[in-house]
């Protein structure tokens, strides 16, 4: 009687497979070809591997197949099967070297028993011999290898005739389970890569929604505090948000936290700048365009309409498009549908809409240079956001979030010391938040100690100090507010709240020079030549009095 054959792996696939007919070459040709065609047609390896299973049983016309997995910690686990029902298949579980599945997975070479029943070794995990006892049953089993690692076991059962024929199912296996050797390395390659990918974005979703969340939002003033109320109430509806105000004080950050609080914060959320793009390209890039539309329109593009699907887009500067795109948007908003240039099959698209401006949109609708009916569609719920100069108590409390920020990603421990602070409170900052910002990064970087001194800031000698001379009403007056705001609403200029000392030598008909110099010549004359009281006229420090007067060589006159 026929005894289990252990065969070299380096010998497996060169074994003398005697005389065979034409048709046996055949068929095996084709079980190759169709299970190599299975195996590359997905990547789900459950369904492949099954597939690949029931073609070689039925074109073999093997009894069963199975295919064995390395599991990890929890040893081998019965991951295919044909011919094995449900239950047979959950017994099937191996450790490395039990039985002949687990002698094949640590020696890495294939095994050949002609009769199950006359080798001992042969375990039977799964109880399925049982069934054909009366009959002689032949067992293959080859290692699934792939980069010269054993990943698995492909096994077959089959009668076994007196003329044998292991030889051949032994070469054919041995092809098999390479193809899914491969298969199963390439399957675990993109699953990695798919997880890595999937917890990245994770991750940033994550810090996106901890940054733009509106609790975490830097803003303790009144004025602040009233924006914040209207977030939270608009938030979880679907209207349609024009967000109003000055260039740089956080309208899309606003814009984000509605995003946020509302059921679609599970959607995409969609930016676009309307003044950074022409009208022919911002239509396309809002509707999308079919190949041909255009020259250079070489393939069909999805518009941000579409893209936003199901969550949020965020335009900006809405104020600043022609007529004919208002025209345009406005057929979207009330027909909920878009078409792509050079299109003419209307998409249907279910977007919540926030616009922003700076520009003051009533002034051109009277104007017009914007249509009435689009301005009074997007006006649906109107949110203002105040300049920083209307809420100069929240700069502290900013310039700390920023540092914060700059020395986490720097691995610094910079302060910034009490008359620096003073100087970022009492500048104008026509660029608002955007403008602390980038001054709060500049500074920083270039500071060589850990405290921020006065003298620190790199603008200082140019713009912070005339800033400063300047501040009041007349420099109030300078920028245009875009927004029509109640009296109630708007910060009291710092010169109407001038302290005594100042409001001494601000006598009726005196009328303050333009140039720093001179400012600073006028002020010295009115107090006397005593630069304290100087200083205090101008609204600066002594120490940021000294420095300019220094700076433009005043010599201070002694009386």
């Given amino acids: 009687m026929e005894t289990s054959v252990l065969v070299p792996p380096h010998k497996a696939a060169s074994l003398p497979h005697g005389s065979r007919p034409g048709s046996r070459a055949q068929v095996e040709l084709t079980t190759i070809y169709e299970i190599s065609k299975i195996l590359s047609s997905s990547l789900d390896i459950e369904r492949t591997f099954r597939s690949a299973l029931n073609t070689l049983t039925t074109l073999m016309l093997y009894r069963r197949a199975m295919v064995v997995l390395d599991d990890g910690e929890e040893g081998l686990k019965l991951a295919s099967s044909i ?230 887009l965020f335009l900006d500067e809405i104020g600043d498009t022609s007529p004919a795109f208002q025209a345009k948007l406005l057929r979207v908003l009330q027909e909920r549908e878009v078409e792509r240039v050079g299109g003419n099959r209307p998409i249907k698209v279910d977007v919540r809409l926030i616009f922003a401006t700076n520009r003051y949109l009533e002034k051109m609708v009277a104007a017009g240079t914007f249509r009435g009916d689009l301005y009074y569609r997007i006006n649906v719920v109107s949110i203002y956001l105040p300049p920083l100069r209307e809420r100069r108590e929240d700069i502290p409390p900013l310039v700390a979030h920023f540092l914060e920020r700059f020395n986490k990603d720097n691995h610094r421990k910079l302060r910034v010391s009490t008359g620096a602070m003073r100087i970022l409170y009492n500048c104008y900052w026509p660029g608002n938040v955007r403008e602390l910002e980038n001054c709060i990064e500049r500074t920083a970087t270039m500071t060589k100690g850990d405290v921020i001194e006065e003298l620190d800031f790199p603008c200082f000698n140019d713009r912070c100090l005339t800033r400063m001379l300047h501040v009041g009403a007349e420099a109030a007056e300078a920028v245009e507010t875009p927004i029509a705001l109640p009296v109630s609403r708007r910060a009291v200029a710092p010169s109407e709240a001038a302290k005594p000392e100042r409001q001494q030598f601000e006598r009726a008909g005196d009328e303050k020079p333009e140039g720093e110099r001179e400012r600073l010549v006028w002020a010295m004359e009115k107090s006397g030549w005593v630069q304290a009281k100087a200083a205090r006229l101008l609204n600066i420090t002594a120490r940021q009095m000294g420095y300019a007067l220094q700076k433009h060589n005043i010599e201070v006159r002694k009386f």
Avoid: W
């Fill in 83 to 312: 011919g094995l029902s449900p239950e047979e298949q959950l017994q099937g579980r191996y450790r490395s070297g039990e039985g002949m599945i687990g002698k094949v997975f640590a020696s890495g070479s294939p095994i050949v028993v002609p009769n199950i029943a006359a080798e001992p070794r042969f375990l039977n995990r799964t109880g399925a011999r049982d069934e054909d006892s009366d009959q002689m049953i032949g067992f293959v089993a080859v290692p699934i290898q792939s980069n010269r690692r054993t990943l698995g076991v492909l096994t077959i059962d089959r009668a076994s005739g007196p003329a044998g024929g292991f030889r051949e199912d032994l070469r054919l296996l041995t092809m098999v389970a390479n193809l899914l050797g491969q298969a199963l390395l390439l399957h675990r390659g993109v699953s990695a890569e798919r997880k890595q990918l999937l917890d990245e974005t994770r991750r940033l979703k994550g810090e996106l929604k901890g940054r733009y969340s509106i609790d975490n939002a830097v803003g303790a003033s009144k004025l602040m505090q009233e924006v914040f109320a209207q977030v939270h109430q608009v938030g979880p509806s679907r209207s349609t948000v024009l967000l109003r105000g000055e260039s740089g004080t956080g309208k899309e950050v606003v814009a984000r936290a509605i995003h946020e609080l509302s059921p679609r914060n599970g959607g995409p959320f969609i930016k676009v700048n309307c003044a950074a793009l022409t009208e022919t390209l911002l239509e396309s890039e809002l509707f999308g365009h079919e190949k041909g539309a255009f020259t250079g329109a070489s393939s069909e593009r999805r518009g941000r309409f579409e893209l936003a699907n199901g969550g949020t």
